[in-house]
């Protein structure tokens, strides 16, 4: 029979069976950021107690701005009976003993403790009241599906058993391969924010989705901590109090700040200040949920509050995004022009005028959203536009990860350099590398990938 990618994957052992044994195990993110991942519904909806009832979240509720469980207004129906209240998310059980939970009468009310390791020792999550709360330990199956971990986090640079078989297939079919390698990324990403769909509308999805592209690596967690605080629904209606609101959720607005700036800015700071001033009491943060930025490591152009000045930019404009974001030309167009009298010649908050104008958007930042967001949504609902269009968008710079896995596929032939030259390229070498490569643990000896390949 012939093969297809997804047969190709199934000759993979799954890996819900590999987390099973303890050499196959994983650091788990910080617990902000599983909280993060579960308020986007990425963990599911569906688990079972550990006295074994029931457990469907019907309802993610709000982030607590202040002390107190981690999420408030929820809804959670156990062995289909609804309750609604607060959730606590630890990263273990012991969390809420060590947190002080317990003798916190702010977590009375809590209806559901979420945790993520197991316990060695039997936990119970019991209030100040000495009511226990129902605990959910979330599968590792889960979680590792969720982050995507793969077994490595990288594969060594040599030429793998595949390059024979590959190099016995036609170009047409190697075209074929990597176009369904593709195609599943696509499927991949697009599950990813499906969840969020699910769970919070399709407006939230793509804010997220635009959030997390503009946090780069460093401060990704931080924007999409911030999307999630201010939702694109309460945002869009604000108008001219946008950029006032999210620089003050941020943290980066204090009543000084204009003591610091040049001459030229200290108007627009104070306006800026006065108007965070009204709203404050509605959105500010108490000090232990702040949102945490990483200011260091960046070129100045790229400085986190650029940015957030881009996504208030974005917010302000939402009906000309969702206009626009199924057509990746007009799309990158409009993004790549955005600015403003402001941004468009500062670095920061308080930063001195720059000589020459600063685009708040590179052409690079919105081929991301585009290719990682945008376009896979549209490809896995069966878009044939949104397909020729991923198609025909052309390939970033080459990362090390795109150079070690075509080097692995294909080693130095000349006639596979091609397969370097578009974006759906990289996307489709990135996936074959994570879906095979940095799943074996064999160094190519054992993998399955090549001999299924004799059968492609």
């Not at 460093?218 to 006032?244: C, E, F, H, W, Y």
């Amino acid at each position: 029979m012939e093969q297809t990618y997804a047969s190709l994957l199934d000759s993979v052992r799954p890996l819900s069976l590999l987390c099973e044994k303890p050499e196959f195990g994983f650091d788990l993110p910080s617990e902000l950021e599983l909280q993060a991942i579960w308020f986007n519904g990425q963990f599911g909806r569906d688990f079972v107690t550990e006295c074994g009832r029931k457990v469907e979240i019907r309802q993610f509720g709000f982030w607590n701005r202040s002390a107190g469980p981690d999420f408030l207004h929820a809804a959670v129906a156990i062995d289909g009976d609804v309750v609604s209240g607060p959730l606590e998310i630890d990263t273990r059980a012991s969390d809420w003993e060590g947190h002080g939970h317990d003798v916190n009468p702010a977590f009375n009310e809590t209806i559901l403790h979420v945790v993520f390791e197991p316990s060695q020792v039997q936990h119970y999550t019991r209030t100040e009241s000495h009511r226990e709360v129902l605990k959910v330990v979330v599968p590792r199956a889960s979680v590792q599906a969720a982050l995507q971990v793969p077994l490595s986090s990288v594969a060594p640079f040599h030429m793998g058993r595949c390059y024979a078989p590959l190099a016995e297939l036609s170009l047409s079919r190697v075209d074929d391969l990597l176009e369904q390698a593709a195609r599943h990324r696509c499927h991949v990403k697009a599950k990813r924010l499906s969840a969020i769909k699910e769970s919070h509308g399709v407006d939230q999805s793509l804010w997220v989705a635009v959030a997390e592209t503009l946090g780069y690596r460093a401060n990704r967690l931080s924007m999409t901590l911030l999307a999630q605080r201010l939702p694109i629904r309460k945002l869009k209606a604000m108008g001219d109090r946008v950029a006032a609101v999210v620089f003050g959720v941020a943290g980066f607005l204090h009543p000084d700040i204009h003591k610091d700036a040049p001459e030229d800015s200290r108007l627009w700071l104070e306006e800026l200040w006065d108007t965070w001033w009204q709203d404050r009491t509605s959105h500010q943060l108490d000090e232990g949920r702040n949102i945490e930025w990483v200011l260091h490591g960046s070129r100045p152009v790229n400085h986190p509050q650029r940015r957030l000045a881009a996504l208030c930019l974005v917010a302000r404009e939402w009906s000309m995004f969702r206009q626009m974001y199924g057509q990746p030309k007009a799309l990158a167009e409009w993004m790549t022009g955005l600015g403003d009298e402001f941004w468009s010649y500062h670095y920061t908050l308080v930063s001195k005028v720059s000589a020459r104008r600063l685009a708040l958007m590179g052409k690079d930042r919105v081929a991301d959203l585009i290719v990682n967001h945008l376009l896979p949504i549209e490809i896995a609902d069966g878009s044939d536009v949104a397909w020729s269009a991923y198609q025909s968008l052309p390939a970033p710079a080459i990362n090390e990860k795109v150079r070690r896995a075509h080097f692995r596929l294909f080693g130095n032939r000349e006639d596979a350099k091609v397969y370097l030259k578009k974006s759906w390229h990289h996307q489709a070498l990135l996936q074959v590398y994570q879906d095979f490569c940095l799943v074996d643990t064999s160094d190519c000896a054992d993998c399955p990938f090549p001999e299924q390949l004799a059968r492609f």
